[in-house]
């Protein structure tokens, strides 16, 4: 037991210690009188005379041998660091600079009202839009104002309530249109960085970040509709991002994002986002762009 007035120790960390390495001296072997030569054979100075030749040429080959071991070597035949082949990912601010220009705001009109707000990606040279069908559903008019500010009616092209998905025709088009790359969901695997681009809450354009969470998800929409072969993410989307990019870490669009999961009747994103696989997006937008490989 210490002693009650000691205060304890701290507990160290453990160090392995390591002791200098010195001369290794012999210890009790008996010392060895000095070799007296005799007095009969080769003469003394002739023996020295021969030793001092074999260690004069003993040294010179070892001299010799170091010398071509331990020379300079040829520059070729010195190992070298070689730089990494592969190019440096793009960076989530490179992404949205490359996509942002092929989003939209998507608004649902009665009049001079807007009475609903979304987001939408323009998926083709021709200036298809693809968006959420519950953003346009029911409108009496749509417009779309583009990332250059370019604003213009839309027609429902083509729409597919099962998916949530609908393809708006622009009755206009900016002067520079961009449409989006479009990739290939099917390579997507849970961790995959994603980037959601949309206007949640009104915040027009807005980017997050994060990774898929889970594939082939499956959810039910407030009317009813059950959507299946969701894509599940993290990024974080809220109303208006509804129609909105899921791009990849290519900056290629990978999805549509059509819900968010809430247990309360907030609305708000807790973390659970889904979107339709663009595959399936372009098949109900009638869009002519198939996903790369």
Do not use: C
């Amino acid at each position: 037991m210490r002693p009650s007035g000691r205060p304890p120790e701290a507990p160290r960390d453990l160090q392995v210690e390591f002791e200098p390495q010195g001369d290794v001296l012999a210890q009790g072997e008996p010392s060895r009188p000095p070799r007296r030569w005799p007095a009969h054979g080769p003469s003394r100075r002739n023996l020295l005379l021969g030793v001092a030749v074999v260690l004069a040429l003993i040294l010179t080959a070892f001299v010799a041998f170091r010398a071509g071991s331990s020379g300079s070597r040829p520059a070729s035949a010195r190992p070298s660091a070689s730089p990494s082949p592969s190019a440096s990912a793009p960076t989530i601010a490179q992404i949205y600079a490359a996509v942002a220009p092929s989003v939209v705001t998507i608004q649902a009109v009665d009049g001079d009202k807007v009475t609903a707000t979304g987001t939408g990606v323009v998926a083709s040279a021709q200036g298809i839009i693809l968006t959420a069908f519950h953003v346009v559903r029911g409108a009496a008019a749509v417009r779309v104002v583009f990332a250059d500010g370019t604003q213009a009616g839309a027609k429902v092209a083509q729409s597919d309530p099962a998916l949530d998905i609908a393809a708006l025709a622009p009755e206009g088009l900016p002067d520079v249109l961009v449409p989006a790359v479009i990739g290939n969901s099917g390579r997507l695997a849970v961790g995959n960085t994603v980037i959601a681009i949309g206007n949640q809450l009104g915040l027009t354009s807005s980017a997050t970040a994060g990774v898929v969470s889970g594939l082939d998800r499956t959810a039910t929409n407030p009317d009813g509709t059950k959507l299946t072969g969701l894509i599940q993410f993290d990024a974080a989307v809220n109303p208006g991002s509804s129609g909105g990019p899921l791009v990849n870490a290519k900056g290629e669009t990978i999805a549509i994002v059509v819900a968010l999961a809430n247990p309360t009747a907030a609305g708000t994103f807790v973390g659970v986002g889904f979107a339709v696989p663009i595959g399936a997006a372009l098949g109900a937008g009638g869009g002519d762009q198939a996903p790369q490989q």
